[in-house]
Every structure is written in C-alpha cells, then in structure tokens.
C-alpha cells in the first residue's frame, strides 16, 4: 500500500479497523496534533505500535489545532502533518479529526490499547472509559527529555 492510502476519513477507517476486518489483531491508538515532528513523537509512536498489530493515529485538524495552541498554529497544515505520519513504517492508519479530544473518534474506532505520552496521567486520557469497558488498557509512555514541538517553536521563535 502505499503511505498516502493511510490517510483515510473516520468513516472508511471505521470499516477497516471494525473488529470483524481486524480478526484478532489488537488495534491500538494515539493521537496528537504532530505540528512538528520530532524525535519524541517517533519513540511514542513507536511504542505505541508495540503494544498491539495495527496502529491509528488521529491527527487534530487546523481548526482544532489553532483552537488548543493559539494563533499561529499550526505551523504546518493538517494533511501534510497526515503524510508525513503516514510514511513511517510503525503507522497503519492516520486519520484528521476536527474535535478538540478525540472522544468521537476512539468511540467510533474501539481501540483495543489507549496510548499517550507521559504527560498525561491514565484517569485523564480522554477516551480511557471507552477502551477499558470493553477490556482494553491504557498505556502512558515516557516522553522524550527536552522535546516538545511548543519547546521547539518558542525556540525558533527567540532565534
């Protein structure tokens, strides 16, 4: 397949991930607003791909992004951010989502495995009650030291 055919809207990606297409692969998710990828977003999701057999990345769109960071973001636009995620070898699916949490999304999808960063706290995770009633787990993976794409920004910014 090739990457761009990754990026898919909620509606196909529902159908392609249901469990009767899935079988008994576990399909795990994430999902951020990727303005910057760094190197803290490729171990995330590289972990994420390991705590299951299909990975989906929901990717906030340019209006949801601009509502969470501010003007100015994001900084590069939406479907390039899809791309970009969808060429990496551990990402399965990517898909835009215009919500400010993926709430729709993770109901629509029933992940199996519920990933974030270490930033977050599990009883935050947005989506948790959903993929933990039908038995699934929450995982919290170690953020990168120094890395954040906000750190990066103010960064650039002050030259």
Request: hydrophobic share 50%.
């Amino acid at each position: 397949m090739r990457y761009r055919d990754k990026v898919v809207d909620a509606e196909t990606l529902a159908h392609r991930v249901a469990p009767a297409a899935r079988g008994a692969r576990r399909l795990v998710f994430t999902n951020g607003c990727f303005d910057l990828l760094h190197v803290g977003h490729v171990r995330s999701l590289a972990e994420a791909r390991a705590a299951g057999d299909l990975l989906v990345v929901g990717v906030n769109d340019d209006a949801s992004v601009r509502r969470l960071k501010g003007a100015g973001r994001p900084l590069v636009p939406g479907d390039a951010r899809a791309e970009v995620l969808a060429a990496l070898v551990m990402v399965d699916w990517v898909c835009l989502f215009p919500d400010d949490t993926p709430a729709r999304l993770i109901a629509l999808l029933q992940p199996d495995v519920l990933v974030k960063g270490g930033d977050w706290a599990a009883a935050d995770v947005v989506g948790r009650e959903v993929v933990e009633a039908r038995g699934g787990r929450v995982l919290i993976v170690p953020t990168a030291e120094d890395f954040s794409t906000t750190s990066l920004v103010e960064r650039i910014r002050r030259g």
